[in-house]
């Protein structure tokens, strides 16, 4: 009978923890719906994308090659979100930064009025943010690229390659 009682405890608690995991995963899988839809990735792809599409513009790449291009990246694309890899490992991204409650919390945060604008200005902020540090970024991209030739032909200066350019240059 004890071992009865034991097996049943046991049992009982593990029922209980299965629960806890598969509670914590729905909640993770609402959160994630909410603030990172594949819509908002496929948005985000093509803003990133796009600006490498500027780039194959100013090589000289024809039109025709663009469409062909963009098709291609809109096929690549949703292939990545509809692949439940990439739903299963953000989830579990997401039960790891946070506890069922404070998933709890979010959701609750996220559905008054701030937290909805929250939603809807956050991947506006983040990639004009990105924009401006690019912009920054570029400013002293030229020092820097010289700084990295300059180590570069250092390096290779001393394993007997060309030599060294002059300091300054």
Request: glycine share 8%.
């Amino acid at each position: 009978m004890k071992k009865f009682i034991a097996l049943l405890m046991v049992a009982t608690c593990v029922g209980t923890v299965s629960a806890d995991v598969e509670s914590h995963k729905a909640t993770a899988e609402k959160l994630l719906a909410l603030v990172a839809p594949k819509e908002m990735f496929v948005e985000s792809f093509n803003s990133a994308f796009g600006q490498q599409v500027a780039q194959f513009r100013q090589m000289g790449i024809g039109q025709e090659q663009i469409e062909q291009i963009l098709a291609a990246s809109g096929e690549f694309v949703q292939k990545v979100v509809a692949d439940p890899d990439l739903q299963n490992e953000m989830v579990k991204l997401y039960q790891e930064a946070y506890t069922e409650a404070e998933m709890n919390e979010l959701l609750d945060f996220y559905a008054t009025p701030i937290g909805k604008k929250t939603l809807e200005v956050m991947p506006m902020l983040t990639q004009k943010g990105a924009n401006i540090g690019q912009n920054i970024a570029m400013k002293y991209q030229p020092d820097f690229q010289t700084k990295i030739q300059t180590i570069l032909m250092a390096g290779m200066a001393a394993q007997g390659g060309m030599a060294a350019p002059a300091a300054g240059n």
